[in-house]
């Protein structure tokens, strides 16, 4: 597939073979200037190897990858000066001090020593470290460990930021803080960021990438692919009703594709399909008001990107995605 312009991240038919065992298999991808990328997948489906190719750790077995315009293995270190890479385990020194070890850093990336001393302010006050940076490493916890691997993957101010589990020991206040930072990221860097979080890339992302088995299987905005999810969109009503009674009644509705029901304590919850994405709301409740049932809570319920992944793997016989979900 031949890609055409100036990508901040390219590859082209990547392959990775361990042994006999093929990891990443003719991935073709490109990510402009400015864009932020979830990168997804079940264990095993290549993420964490296309990163450490795309960030020159590994070499690819064939095919090719640049960053910036520079080849990984060509022009390696003009590739690696414009990454900054966030691994799932973290490297670092637990006998160091917060800001000892982003000196140490600072160093190895070449960084005079005034460019470290405010840089060093600078990605502490970012990543909520100013107040532990005189602290041992190894006496953080692992969610302030996280930080400081951020801290060091965006100490050089790198153009590309790969962030592979970045929110791994995080906790909620923390998620929320590192979706701000995103968000301010976004501004100067292109992000390409692995998670198996899948609500918070949603939130996080502006497209989605997913992996299967080594391969590309999707590629598109969240909204997109959320809107492929067959039988997405549902409507949930909680009704004082019998079971068999209420889903005669909302079958009954123009454009009710399905109608799935759950009697609890007195109570009937059904879970009620359309045809296309129809807002059957308005139809449903005038369904059960006409018999007298009272009724407690009618919620319309989009697709989101945890539906749409559970379909693209769900196994031949399960349950729908957006049931099962």
Not at 27 to 46: E, H, W, Y
Not at 176 to 190: G, N, S, V
Not at 200 to 208: G, L, S, Y
Not at 257 to 275: K, L, R, Y
């Amino acid at each position: 597939m031949a890609l055409k312009g100036f990508h901040m991240i390219h590859a082209d038919q990547l392959v990775k073979w361990f042994g006999p065992t093929r990891a990443v298999g003719g991935l073709t991808f490109s990510i402009p200037k400015g864009q932020v990328v979830g990168f997804l997948g079940p264990n095993g489906a290549g993420k964490s190897t296309t990163l450490r190719i795309l960030t020159g750790y590994l070499p690819p077995t064939s095919g090719s990858a640049s960053i910036a315009g520079h080849d990984v293995l060509k022009a390696s270190e003009a590739a690696r000066a414009t990454i900054g890479y966030l691994p799932e385990s973290t490297p670092l020194y637990p006998e160091m001090r917060v800001e000892e070890y982003l000196d140490y850093r600072g160093k190895l990336l070449d960084m005079t020593r005034p460019d470290r001393v405010r840089r060093i302010g600078e990605v502490c006050d970012r990543c909520g470290l100013s107040h532990i940076r005189r602290r041992l490493i190894g006496q953080l916890s692992k969610g302030n460990r996280q930080r400081v691997g951020l801290a060091q993957a965006l100490l050089h101010e790198p153009a590309v930021l790969f962030l592979d589990e970045p929110t791994a020991g995080l906790d909620p206040d923390q998620i929320t803080h590192f979706r701000e930072l995103i968000a301010e990221l976004r501004k100067k860097h292109t992000i390409l960021l692995s998670s198996h979080i899948l609500a918070e890339i949603e939130k996080t992302v502006d497209r989605v990438l997913i992996l299967k088995e080594g391969e590309l299987v999707a590629d598109g905005a969240p909204d997109e692919l959320c809107g492929r999810v067959v039988g997405g969109s549902r409507v949930l009503v909680d009704v004082q009703a019998q079971a068999d009674a209420l889903s005669a009644a909302l079958r009954q509705v123009t454009g009710v594709s399905e109608v799935q029901t759950t009697p609890h304590d007195g109570w009937c919850h059904a879970e009620v399909t359309p045809e296309g994405d129809k807002d059957l709301r308005q139809s449903l409740v005038k369904a059960v008001t006409d018999k007298g049932w009272p009724i407690r809570e009618v919620t319309r319920r989009k697709a989101n990107l945890e539906d749409y992944y559970l379909q693209l793997f769900r196994e031949p016989g399960d349950a729908p995605a957006a049931a099962t979900a």
